[in-house]
């Protein structure tokens, strides 16, 4: 009985905070987005109508990311063997391109405010003028974020795609951490004596 009642509180303790994670994944977004809806809502006449688009363009992206970081955390103390540094890394990974992409969505969705930069010549200008311009405004803000975002989101996967963590930078020659490395060119040696290099990664 004792092994019995020692195996089934270690596994409810393992696996506790990995459903606390996903009761907050279900219920923390709906909560932060009904109050944030509501003070956007309480403050929306008392502030300059380019933070309210700001403000109105986030509140989805943010609750998803919300979302998104207790979810994270749940498969980050998934107590199985999977849970493993390799799947850690690629983990991180997954949920930097998400949260990059979310705040590109909101920046995106953010776009309007650019029309606000025509308020002053708004009076110069015909409709058809002011229209046009807005929407010039608004692809080339929305082009810049799209490539600003398409640009993070690689950089999130470069150390993985472009620096393999087991060849030397320089000659690409593979090594063994830990052991003997050989390399093809003979300056790329560190001077930390056999076995070492300052360009590994």
């Known amino acids: 009985m004792e092994i019995g009642e020692i195996s089934l ?24 987005r009904r109050i944030a809806g509501k003070l956007i809502e309480k403050f929306r006449p008392h502030q300059p109508q380019w933070i309210s688009i700001i403000l109105d363009s986030y509140l989805s992206p943010t609750t ?19 849970n493993t540094p390799t799947y850690r890394s690629v983990l991180a990974r997954i949920m930097q391109v998400t949260a990059i992409c979310l705040i590109a969505w909101g920046a995106w969705m953010a776009a309007p405010v650019c029309r606000l930069l025509l308020r002053s010549a708004e009076n110069k200008l015909d409709i058809a003028t002011n229209r046009t ?7 080339i803000f929305r082009a810049v974020v799209g490539v600003v975002a398409g640009i ?50």
């Open 64 to 82: 998803i990311l919300l979302r998104a970081v207790f979810i994270y955390a749940a498969l980050w103390v998934l107590p199985l063997e999977l």
């Open 133 to 139: 311009m807005g929407r010039f405004f608004e692809n």
């Open 152 to 201: 993070a989101g690689v950089g999130a996967f470069g150390h993985s795609l472009y620096r393999p963590a087991d060849r030397c930078w320089r000659c690409r020659y593979r090594y063994y951490p830990g052991g003997a490395v050989h390399h093809v060119k003979p300056d790329c040696r560190g001077s930390a004596g056999a076995g070492t290099s300052l360009w590994h990664w």
């Open 9 to 32: 509180l270690s596994i409810v303790t393992a696996v506790a905070p990995m459903a606390l994670f996903v009761l907050l994944a279900l219920f923390a977004p709906l909560v932060y």
